[in-house]
């Protein structure tokens, strides 16, 4: 069975750092195109980043990142990870990793982990 869990999240004042792991099970985490989103109250899911499959290494971040997370990968671990910097209120939120499937759509949803910037 394929599966991701999130982990990581927590309470952190403005400007700190946080790293979200993604623990992948049942397939090589570098299969996949694997990204990262988030979802804040009230609002609708959106897109982090994604880091390209099949081996590749190609990282794509929202705009709102601005230069400010890093994803990267660990194949030994299976683990994917989001190191988020100079953190910012307006970044509180659920984050989620999911894969998304060679035929289009993404896996299903875990139970994410809450980031909560706030002093």
């Known amino acids: 069975q394929l599966q991701l869990v999130e982990s990581g999240g927590g309470l952190v004042q403005p400007g700190g750092s946080l790293r979200l792991s993604c623990a992948a099970s049942?397939?090589?985490?570098?299969?996949?195109?694997i990204g990262w989103f988030r979802q804040a109250p009230g609002k609708e899911r959106t897109g982090v980043s994604c880091?390209?499959?099949?081996?590749?290494?190609?990282?794509f971040y929202a705009d709102f990142v601005e230069g400010r997370f890093t994803t990267s990968r660990d194949n030994v671990k299976n683990t994917v990870y989001l190191q988020m910097n100079s953190l910012k209120p307006e970044d509180t939120a659920v984050y989620y990793c999911?894969?998304?499937?060679?035929?289009?759509?993404?896996?299903?949803w875990g139970q994410g982990t809450q980031v909560t910037v706030s002093s």
């Open positions: 880091i390209s499959g099949r081996g590749g290494s190609t990282i």
């Open positions: 049942g397939f090589p985490v570098d299969y996949y195109a």
């Open positions: 999911n894969y998304f499937l060679n035929g289009g759509g993404v896996g299903s």
